[in-house]
């Protein structure tokens, strides 16, 4: 998906070579942040907008709260600031 989603371990300059040693996975999700969530089922598709309790990573499962209800949901992470749910808990 490019290099969008990784990010440089190391001071990088101008004219430097990038090699693979030198990208580690982005940190898409952050902690308290808001966090656009898609539930879908087959006949359905519910979007919130969720806060991030732990950070997250592409392809990782986070914990999130509803503001507005406190309940907690597990969702993966799919992008910058972006989640897909499972179950609530």
Known sequence: QGLSLLAANR???PGDILRKRDLTKAKLVKRGQKVAVE???RHYRIASELIALEDGYLGEQIELRNPGSNRQ???IVTGMGTARSGKSR
């Open 11 to 13: 001071l990088l300059h």
């Open 39 to 41: 539930s879908t089922g």
């Open 73 to 75: 949901i597990s969702a």
